[in-house]
């Protein structure tokens, strides 16, 4: 998957093609004013005031025809330079602009402007030479963005479009969007059953049986891997007192996300984080330097108050369980530690047939706590064990939190695209708060070294990736139902299907018999539709043979097997975590 805003050719054509975009919108609805036309990675969007008039997806086609026309008339683009009076006289019709202009730094003596012919727009610049070099472009949507993402302000509407050099780029773009459409989680989790979202609660995913299978067995995966780890487990409660969370810092950081109640008069605030509940575990005993590094885990429901315009499936909620854990530490075990971390997390990611590249955030210029000598030590901790463990990692200068550096895991799906999971958090802010110590070899107290840590980041968003990665048809050992038996006639082959139903379930595999009394086309198509990984015919030929004849999902090839040589293929399947048979 492209990124367009590092590749600087792409980055300058989708610029201009905003410029575009905005011309044409000028001469369609001329009383049009405009706020910011930015690239973003995956093209460009302008933000358009268009008073009461409302655009549509059906509007697009139109806008489009109009940037054509321009892009054939071949308008030469010019750069202008501007004082900020001279700046401030040619936009004074346009709120927008003025407001852009007055706030720039009056240091900035010279400010640019970009003509193509009868349309102007303030901007930095660069561009191309003239509007015939864009001639492959797609508006893709439009939809409501708040002036300066400020919901206290006026609703301005947004409109995106991508831009390439060739046309065999923009059309293998559009076959991917296509692609991707077809795996929305939102569309395949109501296909399939897994998940809903009730008018009762924006925001907070109800899991149907199948879902619940699913995240089950990542849960119990999750448990079973960690154990392997030495991690040990706790579940902390899910509202707490405000007091902890002023001693924590989230009260006056993240006050406006928190959910809040009173109980027998004290406020309390519902967990948004699970980590000043873990200090309290830790807190609780006392701990030698022989008890490090300590590995405590935990899945952590919490709540945030997200925006409403914000949710977005299981991708962005209200509600959701990290895969939280906490290891403390000594300074000396942070780079084992952290390598030994990376190698489990590229054992989990691997299972999953997920890639990932790490990226290192280092130290911010402002506000951050502790000693810069402490803050060298701990990035270069992080970047040694990065490469001890065989990787390398990007480095993202000043932007890690101000109580740590952090590597950060981005996967690649199916598709190529990139999310943001996994994370190591170095954090030198909540031990000193919480005043967490253990007892050293020459009994004096030390500070521990503690380590943030997510794997899957929030159950329910990997849940949401893993269906449009896996386009819905999960892996077997995954599958909310693994096995589906149809009998070819209910009246010879019903009986010998029951017998292998009872006999898999014995074996705790997950199975369905479909023995409706429809046609045996019909019940292989929905079969394939629900994306059961495997699925039995029986007939005359397996009943008498005591046979067992299968497809995969996706595949019209049939395989024919004994029943024990079935049951030994299935299990390893499973208990390998492979894909399918």
Aim: aromatic residues 12%; hydrophobic residues 35%; glycine residues 6%.
């Amino acid at each position: 998957m492209i990124n367009i805003k590092e590749d600087e050719k792409l980055h300058v054509l989708n610029h201009s093609c905003a410029h575009l975009l905005a011309h044409a919108v000028k001469h369609l609805y001329p009383e049009a004013k405009f706020w910011v036309g930015p690239v973003i990675d995956d093209g460009f969007y302008y933000d358009i005031d268009l008073g009461d008039i409302s655009l549509t997806e059906e509007d697009l086609p139109k806008i489009e025809k109009e940037m054509k026309k321009i892009s054939k008339d071949n308008k030469l683009i010019k750069r202008i330079e501007l004082s900020k009076e001279e700046a401030l006289d040619m936009f004074k019709d346009d709120p927008y602009k003025v407001d852009l202009i007055s706030r720039m730094d009056e240091n900035d003596t010279v400010i640019s402007a970009y003509r193509q012919e009868d349309f102007i727009d303030l901007c930095r610049g660069p561009h191309v030479n003239s509007t015939k070099e864009m001639k492959y472009f797609k508006l893709l949507k439009v939809s409501g963005a708040y002036w300066k993402g400020d919901a206290n302000n006026k609703m301005l509407q947004r409109v995106y479009g991508i831009c390439f050099e060739k046309e065999e780029d923009l059309n293998e773009y559009l076959n991917f969007l296509e692609e991707a459409k077809k795996r929305d989680h939102k569309k395949l989790g109501k296909e399939l059953d897994l998940f809903m979202i009730s008018e009762y609660g924006p925001g907070f995913p109800f899991f149907l049986p199948n879902g619940m299978i699913v995240r089950n067995e990542l849960e119990n995966f999750w448990y079973s891997e960690h154990t392997k780890e030495g991690y040990e487990f706790i579940k902390t409660p899910i509202m707490l007192n405000k007091e902890l969370w002023e001693l924590s810092g989230h009260w006056f950081n993240y006050r406006e996300n928190m959910y809040t109640s009173e109980i027998d008069d004290k406020v309390f605030a519902i967990k948004p984080m699970n980590c000043p509940g873990g200090m309290l575990v830790y807190k609780n005993s006392l701990h030698s330097y022989k008890d490090l590094p300590l590995r405590i885990g935990e899945l952590g429901q919490v709540h945030r108050h997200e925006a409403s315009g914000a949710l977005n499936g299981l991708f962005r909620v209200r509600t959701f369980t990290q895969d939280d854990a906490h290891l403390f530490m000594r300074e000396d075990q942070i780079e084992s530690e952290v390598v030994r971390l990376i190698n489990f997390i590229d054992r989990i990611y691997s299972i999953f047939g997920l890639t990932y590249s790490i990226e290192l955030s280092t130290r911010p210029e402002e506000k951050y706590i502790g000693d810069i000598e402490v803050w060298n030590r701990s990035e270069k901790a992080l970047e040694d064990a990065c490469h001890a463990a065989g990787h390398d990692c990007k480095i993202n200068p000043g932007d890690g939190a101000f109580y740590g550096p952090k590597l950060d895991f981005h996967i690649k799906d199916s598709l190529g695209r990139v999310w943001q999971c996994g994370t190591i958090q170095l954090d030198m802010n909540l031990p000193e708060r919480f005043d967490l110590t253990y007892i050293d070899s020459d009994g004096s107290k030390k500070r521990p070294v503690m380590l943030h840590r997510v794997i899957y980041g929030s159950i329910e968003r990997f849940i949401g990736i893993l269906i449009e990665h896996y386009a819905g048809a999960f892996p077997l050992w995954l599958s909310p139902v693994q096995i589906n038996i149809i009998p070819v006639n209910n009246e010879y082959h019903l009986e010998y299907a029951k017998e292998l139903k009872e006999k898999f379930e014995e074996m705790n595999f997950r199975v369905k018999l479909d023995d409706r009394e429809e046609k045996l086309s019909y019940k292989m198509r929905e079969s394939q539709t629900k994306k059961i990984p495997l699925t039995l015919i029986i007939g005359d030929k397996e009943k008498d043979g005591k046979l067992i004849s299968y497809r995969k999902f996706g595949s019209q090839e049939t395989f024919t097997m004994e029943i024990p040589e079935f049951i030994e293929a299935v299990k390893n399947t499973i208990n390998d975590k492979k894909y399918n048979l």
